[in-house]
């Protein structure tokens, strides 16, 4: 199978809004560091009979805990900054340390991750976002997609990373699904749409198949025309989604048109920036 690699012409590396101390460019690298791993995991499992390397999780959450808990890993390494939470199943994942946090040797490993501020991170193969807690913070989504299930694919990737994004929620931003009384399922939280909504207005890293669909067609433009501000080639395949073709009058914090043809300022007239 080819190697993944990461198309900089996909890194939303001047408009992303990022916290803390990350970097597009660290989130580039992150993606590419799992690919790397998953690629070459992947090879050493085909060449031994074993199949392909998804094919060892039961589940497709399993695959979706195992790809950020990688991005986690490879965000955290190069950075002084940042730590991994100790506790396995505790939140946020990234902790914000500044470089210079110390953890007392009798610190609650289960309070730490109300010490600090942080990033959870969660990955999904449709693009939705559940937890296990309403996350009162900064989120980080990844949508991926493993390639060619079920054939011989001796001519592409085995994982895309088709997007990932970052906004910061609130507690009352997510939506209980319980699990039932019959149901072994724990229960869970999920963003819905409204909220998906803020994740999709700042995508960090977005290939054009991670570009997002919504059943509001004025949203749906909005995220092609967010697209279009970092990726100059699509910009110029759908020359329509900008009268001005540099983009100059296009928000630069929600990707809506600034100025209508008469020069009114009809993004501003309507309120804050995405209302």
């Keep these: 199978?080819?190697?993944?690699?990461?198309?900089?012409?996909?890194?939303?590396?001047?408009?992303?809004?990022?916290?803390?101390?990350?970097?597009?460019?660290?989130?580039?690298?992150?993606?590419?560091?799992?690919?790397?791993?998953?690629?070459?995991?992947?090879?050493?499992?085909?060449?031994?009979?074993?199949?392909?390397?998804?094919?060892?999780?039961?589940?497709?959450?399993?695959?979706?805990?195992?790809?950020?808990?990688?991005?986690?890993?490879?965000?955290?390494?190069?950075?002084?900054?940042?730590?991994?939470?100790?506790?396995?199943?505790?939140?946020?994942?990234?902790?914000?340390?500044?470089?210079?946090?110390?953890?007392?040797?009798?610190?609650?490993?289960?309070?730490?991750?109300?010490?600090?501020?942080?990033?959870?991170?969660?990955?999904?193969?449709?693009?939705t976002i559940t937890a296990h807690h309403n996350v009162d913070g900064w989120v980080m989504g990844i949508h991926y997609n493993i390639n060619a299930r079920g054939r011989t694919p001796d001519d592409i990737t085995p994982l895309s990373i088709l997007s990932v994004r970052i906004a910061s929620m609130n507690e009352d931003d997510w939506e209980e699904q319980p699990s039932g009384d019959d149901s072994n399922r724990t229960n869970t939280t999920t963003l819905p749409t409204e909220a998906l909504h803020e994740l999709r207005k700042n995508p960090v890293?977005?290939?054009?198949?991670?570009?997002?669909?919504?059943?509001?067609?004025?949203?749906?433009?909005?995220?092609?025309?967010?697209?279009a501000l970092f990726d100059k080639e699509y910009r110029e395949a759908n020359p329509k989604l900008f009268p001005k073709s540099d983009g100059s009058n296009i928000c630069r914090e929600c990707g809506r048109f600034f100025k209508n043809n008469r020069g009114v300022s009809s993004h501003q007239r309507h309120g804050e920036c995405g209302d």
Excluded at 77 to 83: A, R, T
């Design 1 to 127: 199978m080819e190697r993944p690699c990461v198309d900089q012409l996909f890194v939303n590396e001047d408009r992303a809004t990022l916290p803390y101390s990350l970097t597009a460019q660290e989130v580039a690298d992150a993606i590419q560091s799992v690919y790397d791993y998953w690629y070459e995991v992947n090879e050493w499992h085909i060449k031994n009979g074993y199949g392909r390397f998804h094919e060892q999780f039961r589940a497709n959450n399993a695959i979706g805990g195992f790809v950020s808990d990688r991005i986690t890993r490879a965000l955290v390494d190069p950075n002084d900054k940042l730590e991994l939470n100790p506790a396995d199943d505790g939140y946020p994942d990234i902790h914000y340390t500044k470089g210079g946090k110390v953890w007392p040797d009798d610190f609650p490993e289960k309070a730490k991750h109300e010490a600090v501020p942080g990033v959870e991170v969660k990955a999904s193969r449709d693009g």
């Design 205 to 227: 890293y977005q290939t054009r198949n991670g570009i997002p669909q919504s059943r509001d067609g004025d949203w749906n433009t909005l995220y092609k025309r967010i697209h």
